[in-house]
């Protein structure tokens, strides 16, 4: 990677980190609608796949994907009013944290649902080789969402059509509360044997909170899937600082392996190795976080300004879309 590589990585990781923080403390004051996953301590993930991807691919998330979205390019400002339910919101404040879809950055939607994206991303691929185009479809999902049916369908297909679909899991060793090492929700503790078993290229980053790490695999796996037209299956070894969502007190865990991943925060590490590898100055580290911290304050004090969507433009919405007909809703 070179010095100008490093830092773009850098500052979208930062750029995650300010946002997430923000929308922490959004949330502890009750204006974020709903509930709320936060990928803090997961952004090397995010922001290396992002940056490995062009402009033109597409990406469907899941229930945590405020960093895939930032890092897809979306901008900071139409995702704060998404969360805070503004009219400026990417979809007008209707789809929220776990529904954020924006066209214009192929950004297909996130998914409340677990694992609910991967159908959806296989049909995105599929369409790029049926139009003879060598974009290809990125999906995020967590080790979790790899119990699901329709992982493995999703899967099979994939490898029956070779289609380019680059599956990121994201794990981080709990599905909400359940250790993925416990034998309690998972046969096999074996995420690289569900790639496998599928004819499915697959890699996992043992170190994915190792930015510089998770970028080269991500390239490598991005690569293959556009040049191979075949699926791929990259497993991210990484950790969610906070809990599962805000309602979590994470019992499940010691206060120990907390301290331990701590310890092994990717954005200090990065930020270390980016002043001792002379790429950076420690003051110049500094004067990006106030920049980048400021900006997402901002943010948020102008999406909280806004307005939301008045009754009257939710039910001119529901007419056009379909959902409300001569007065009656869709499918009564
Ligand atoms: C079909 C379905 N079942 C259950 C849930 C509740 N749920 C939300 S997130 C989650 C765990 C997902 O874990 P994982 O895929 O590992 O992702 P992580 O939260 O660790 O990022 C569950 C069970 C859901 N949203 N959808």
Redesign the pocket.
Known sequence: MNGADKIRLYKTMLLIRCFETKINSLFSKGLVYGTT?L?IG?EASAAATGMALRKSDYVVG???SHGHALAKGLEPEGLMSEMLGRVSGYCRGLGGSQHVASLEHHLLGTN?????GMPTALGAAFAQKFKGSDDICVVY??????N?GVFHETMNMAALWSVPLLIVC???????S?P?GSHAAMGSNGLRKRGEAYGIKTVVVEDGLDAKTVYEAAVEAVDYTRAECKPYFLIINTY?TFG??KSDARVYRTKEEEAAYKKKDSLKRFAEELVSDGDVHAAELKSWKSEIKGRIDAVADSALEERSLSAEELFELAEQTGYICNGKRGGQ
């Open positions: 996953h990928c997961q899941n229930h945590r409340g649902i677990t694992c609910g999902i967590g080790d979790g969402a790899t699901q994201e794990n981080n060793l709990y599905a909400m359940t993925l969610r599962h969502s």
